[in-house]
């Protein structure tokens, strides 16, 4: 995807005269003049760097995992208020399963995202401790399979 | 009635999380257990998930306002991870009224040194303009406080705000945004292994983890409007509460004789 360009309504400096004499009376010519900037060429957003889109990355992820799981286990909730049956146990049981997955994962999606992005900007170090904190995550979730 | 109980209870953890960055746990491990007479081994793993909630819902937010450290949330969440993994190896040894002991202990020292250094160390004026210090204190104080989350269910973030914002001279709304960024990561890997050794249990998590939800999305609407001073009040006050009720249910645990 394309970053959007910069554009703002900037003051233009122009190399005119200081002073333009017409007749007997002197002219006074602004220094500096305001132009617009053509409207074609105006974007209507304001710039997006390639931090601020990592960082609005990160918050969708922590916020879609969130909604999501949130959704599922209340959806868990309602289908408990229906009359009991083996399918509703299992949907129940699958949908909490799912939920309690998504919300672990998000925080770790987050990570990934952060460590790239901070290693996009050639701050190597962050990456570092990003794949530091995953390799530890991933050493106690294979500790626990095993034990 | 006990899901009403328990999205009311998780509701207000969000809320007090988000806005103190304490993941909600501090509260909410007392409420299950004192409140609703939940065992502490199932209160812990739940508000570990509970924490992780509390922490997507609310950093969220407070990334997209550009009040969390990133930069600094990952070098101390290193730190949090290797002792909150450290934590979870020993919690299986430890009595759960020597753990309550412990947390009761542990709060108390966080509200105090919150009302002591409070008039102590004047706060920096911006949140965008300011250097972290100390950054050795920050990260051994991450190590202790993923060994506490793992081991109490709070997600470290009692400890870890108060170091952050004396220890390290952060702004304390962005270390409460920080610790709230953080506490998910540590929350993760604490109930990972609770989960594996099958002490998660997901009826008592889901309508707490609902009202957390909501909780956790509402403070982090308002954090930022509340004045820093109120919120430490805030910080100190819940912590007091908690210590104290922790500290007698430990005691009762611990020497029944002298209860009695």
């Given amino acids: 995807m394309a970053e959007p360009v910069e554009m703002t309504e900037a003051p233009l400096r122009m190399p005119l005269p200081a002073k333009s004499v017409t007749g007997t009376h002197a002219v006074v010519m602004p220094e500096v003049a305001r132009v617009p900037a053509p409207r074609s060429l105006t974007l209507e957003r304001p710039r997006v760097g390639r931090a601020a889109a990592g960082e609005r990355w990160i918050a969708r992820i922590l916020r879609g995992g969130a909604l999501i799981s949130g959704g599922m286990f209340l959806a868990s909730l309602g289908l408990e208020a229906l009359p009991s049956s083996l399918t509703a146990h299992v949907t129940i049981d699958t949908l909490r399963k799912g939920a309690a997955s998504m919300l672990l994962v998000t925080p770790v999606a987050r990570l990934v995202v952060a460590g790239a992005m901070l290693g996009l900007r050639g701050e190597w170090r962050y990456t570092l401790y990003a794949a530091g904190v995953l390799g530890l995550l991933g050493l106690a979730v294979g500790a626990g399979l095993q034990g | ?260």
Avoid at chain 2, 13 to 21: E, F, N, Q, S, T
Avoid at chain 2, 91 to 117: E, K, N, R, S
Avoid at chain 2, 142 to 167: C, D, E, I, R, T
Wanted: charged fraction near 10%; hydrophobic fraction near 55%; include cysteine.
């Fill in chain 2, 1 to 260: 009635m006990t899901v009403l109980l328990l999205i009311t209870a998780g509701t207000i953890a969000g809320l007090a999380g988000a806005l103190l960055g304490i993941g909600g746990g501090v509260l909410l491990v007392p409420a299950l257990v004192l409140g609703l007479g939940i065992p502490l081994e199932e209160a812990v793993p739940a508000s570990l998930m509970c924490v992780v909630a509390s922490s997507c819902a609310s950093a969220a937010s407070y990334v997209d306002n550009r009040l969390s450290d990133i930069r600094l949330g990952m070098t101390l969440e290193l730190a949090t991870v290797m002792g909150a993994i450290a934590g979870g190896l020993v919690a299986a040894y430890i009595a759960p009224a020597m753990v309550a002991v412990v947390f009761g202990m542990f709060t108390l020292f966080v509200a105090l040194q919150m009302l002591v250094l409070n008039r102590r160390a004047p706060e920096p004026m911006s949140v965008s303009n300011y250097a972290p210090m100390n950054y050795p204190l920050g990260v051994s104080g991450s190590f202790v406080a993923g060994g506490l989350s793992a081991l109490l269910g709070v997600g470290g973030g009692p400890l870890k705000v108060p170091l952050m914002s004396y220890g390290m001279r952060v702004p304390f709304k962005v270390a409460t945004a920080t610790s709230n960024l953080m506490v998910g990561v540590t929350g993760a890997a604490s109930v990972a292994s609770y989960a594996w050794r099958g002490h998660l249990r997901l009826e008592l998590v889901s309508p707490l983890v609902v009202g957390v939800l909501a909780g956790a999305y509402a403070g982090s609407r308002v954090m930022p409007r509340v004045p820093t001073a109120v919120l430490k009040k805030l910080f100190a006050g819940v912590l007091l509460v908690v210590a104290s009720q922790m500290l007698w249910k430990g005691g009762e645990g611990l020497w029944p004789s002298l209860w009695k």
